[in-house]
């Protein structure tokens, strides 16, 4: 009983949710584990050291960021966790399995450019479930994509649409196969500052209508703040976990969060943590 | 949307239009000053000539003759050249395997191949099919051998997470993703065949455009030469013409919406 509570969307959904077929995807998934994870690269200058006995946990439901300077390993890891790259070393699992390779159980939205431009809007979205032999998938790409507000736009080429648009229809295409895992890479770092505050609030309002893992990564203080149960801060030099910091930030979220003294505290926080690391980047010598 | 022209349109016809007046222009004063109809017929013998070659039907078979002949080599190409280019462009060991001859074969001109064609197939249609479709098949084989390499990392990964299997990737990703090198490469390869035809026939035929120039040319009837060369670049330009179209509608629409 306290179990299905539990599971319960920690929000209520805004406005009449358009996807009543989120109770397809089975609860308590998206359990990431990650052991003694460690990336080295062959560059053309020498094997570089991207990771470093890095451990990870994610709960199901879980909304974590990633948070660190550029260079520190963040987009590496989110590689490693959709199975893109292969770990050097170290363990790694979704919901016990381990990761093999790109999978419907982790679905990805890049920073840009990622839709495929030869179909259109709705056929970018309806392409996981056409995959994945789901029945009906343009009724299903339909759905997702009033879900981001874009059903209007469901025979444009994705080149038409600006960059906040595409990276909607990005975040549609990766939902509409129901992840339980869903991984996101500076999504929303092309984008200008008010558009990327509104896309981040639609994101949270979509969230909260699936029971989907969230690992974003960015570079942006106050996104990770606003975004997450739990923000990973990386370390450099070489790459891994410096700190975790708990948001314990009511929910729903929503802008107006930004200005409370609580934000403020996180802000303080992980900025001296942050600043700590790309000081490290510019005097690589003194480090402590 | 657009049926009537808009103003933009009106003026870059007016130009082009301005641009053919010009030339012809040209073409008449130095005829005018020659005066010699042997060396440089004025437009208007040419369009005489065309007439005369209209309607005695010989000039119909000839451009369905060389036609005939381009289309069929470019489409042998085509067939040939996609394929072993995609082919070469995601399987290493193929592409290993085959690379040096394709780098070696690339550089010799098709009008080389001419005398070996003629030994292997004798006069007529064979060779020139050989030749047509050898002119065709590298520029289209190089483009789509680029295009085949030109596939987003995000693309392949995406499709995976969205469940692709490897029959998926090639059709729907790979596929697509090398179509604008492909559409440009048959765009280069037709224009190449309609030129390699002429030449090909000029030696190794007895029919078609390059043939009735050159049966012209021992005439010294220069004018219906002239309509020989003016046929063979209005066809050649309505040709690539075509071909845009079909690369803008059905090949790659997405890039021109
Ligand atoms: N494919 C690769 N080959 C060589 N080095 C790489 C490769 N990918 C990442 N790196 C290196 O690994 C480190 C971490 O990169 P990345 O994970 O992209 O960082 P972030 O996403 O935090 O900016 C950097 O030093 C980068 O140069
Ligand atoms: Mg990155």
Not at chain 1, 119 to 133: D, Q, Y
Not at chain 1, 206 to 213: L, N, V
Not at chain 2, 162 to 175: D, T
Not at chain 2, 203 to 223: K, P
Request: aromatic content about 8%.
């Amino acid at each position: 009983m306290s179990i299905l509570a539990f599971r319960q969307p920690r929000e209520r959904a805004v406005g009449g949710s358009p996807v009543a077929a989120t109770e397809r995807r089975p609860d308590g998934q998206g359990r990431i584990e990650g052991r003694g994870l460690a990336m080295t690269f062959a560059a053309r200058s020498g094997p570089v050291t991207a990771l470093e006995s890095l451990d990870i946990d994610v709960r199901p439901g879980e909304f974590l960021a990633l948070l660190g300077p550029s260079g520190c390993g963040k987009s590496t890891l989110l590689n490693l966790i959709a199975g893109i790259i292969k770990p050097t070393s170290g363990t790694l699992t979704i919901d016990g399995a381990p990761v093999k390779g790109p999978n419907p159980g982790c679905g990805i939205v890049f920073q840009q450019h990622s839709l495929f431009p030869w179909m259109t809007v709705i056929e970018n979205v309806a392409f996981g479930p056409r995959m994945l032999g789901h029945g009906d998938p343009l009724s299903t790409a339909r759905t997702f994509l009033s879900l981001v507000g874009l059903d209007k736009h469901a025979r444009a080429w994705p080149a038409s649409l600006s960059g906040g648009m595409q990276q909607r229809v990005g975040i549609a295409r990766a939902l509409a196969t129901y992840p339980p895992v869903l991984l996101m890479d500076e999504p929303f770092g092309a984008l200008d500052a008010q558009t990327r505050s509104i896309m981040q609030e639609e994101l949270l309002k979509i969230w909260s209508q699936f029971h989907t893992t969230v690992v974003f990564v960015t570079h942006d203080i106050d996104e990770a703040i606003f975004l997450a149960d739990r923000v990973v801060v990386m370390k450099t030099q070489p790459g891994g976990i410096k700190r975790e910091v708990r948001i314990d930030l009511p929910r729903p979220r929503d802008a107006a969060l930004i200005k409370s003294e609580l934000f403020n505290h996180y802000r303080g926080e992980i900025f001296e943590l942050i600043r700590e690391e790309t000081l490290k980047v510019f005097r690589p010598d003194n480090g402590h | 949307m657009r049926f009537l022209p808009g103003p933009e349109q009106i003026q870059k016809w007016g130009w082009a239009i301005a641009g053919i007046a010009l030339f012809l222009g040209l073409w008449t004063f130095a005829a005018f000053r020659m005066a010699n109809a042997v060396l440089l017929p004025e437009p208007a013998a040419v369009v005489q000539g065309l007439v005369t070659l209209l309607e005695d039907g010989t000039l119909i078979s000839d451009v369905a003759a060389s036609m005939k002949r381009v289309l069929g080599g470019f489409a042998i190409a085509a067939v040939l050249a996609v394929p072993l280019a995609l082919l070469m462009a995601f399987s290493r060991p193929v592409g290993l395997l085959l690379s040096p001859i394709v780098t070696f074969l690339r550089p010799i001109p098709p009008i080389a191949w001419i005398p070996i064609a003629i030994l292997w197939f004798g006069i007529g249609d064979p060779p020139s099919y050989f030749i047509t479709a050898l002119a065709a098949f590298f520029p289209i084989f190089i483009n789509s051998y680029a295009g085949g390499h030109s596939v987003r990392p995000e693309h392949v990964h995406a499709a995976r997470s969205l469940g692709a299997g490897p029959r998926a990737l090639f059709v729907r990703i790979y596929l697509p993703s090398a179509m604008p090198m492909i559409a440009t490469g048959l765009r280069i390869g037709l224009g190449q065949s309609w030129m390699a035809v002429v030449t090909a026939e000029l030696i190794a035929a007895h029919s078609g455009l390059g043939y009735m120039i050159q049966a012209n040319r021992l005439a010294l009837e220069t004018g219906l030469v002239l309509v020989g060369m003016c046929v063979i670049g209005v066809l050649g330009a309505v040709m690539s013409i075509g071909l845009e179209v079909l690369e803008k509608r059905v090949l790659v629409p997405w890039k021109h919406p």
